[in-house]
Nanobody
Framework: QVQLVESGGGLVQPGGSLRLSCEAS????????MNWYRQAPGKERELVAT????????KYADSVKGRFTVSRDNAKSTMYLQMNNLKPEDTAVYYC????????WGQGTQVTVSS
């Protein structure tokens, strides 16, 4: 059974940091390019970061470049998103999924940046 479980969200002040995790199961994680997405209230879901199956190539949305870092541990079938210097506009529910052949979405993890 395919499962994506996001965790690590929370309430943080502007300028703060959070580390999100995405635990994957039910598919060959180590063969998959993986993405982080986010969806803010009233907005479309947007692609935030991409990491290839070996972790050697990453891409970021312009809005998060220099602040977010995506990484993965294939031995643990887990992907991470380190988010630094968070801004109120980063407030959203964050999701992970496979690139290309989208899997069933997880529940996401809420990130709220507010003073």
């Amino acid at each position: 059974q395919v499962q994506l479980v996001e965790s690590g969200g929370g309430l943080v002040q502007p300028g703060g940091s959070l580390r999100l995790s995405c635990e994957a199961s039910g598919f060959p994680f180590m063969l998959a390019t993986m993405n982080w997405y986010r969806q803010a209230p009233g907005k479309e879901r947007e692609l935030v970061a991409t990491i290839n199956r070996f972790g050697g190539s990453t891409k970021y949305a312009d809005s998060v470049k220099g602040r977010f870092t995506v990484s993965r541990d294939n031995a643990k079938s887990t992907m991470y998103l380190q988010m630094n210097n968070l801004k109120p506009e980063d407030t959203a529910v964050y999701y992970c999924n496979r690139d290309g052949a989208i899997l069933k979405w997880g529940q996401g993890t809420q990130v709220t940046v507010s003073s």
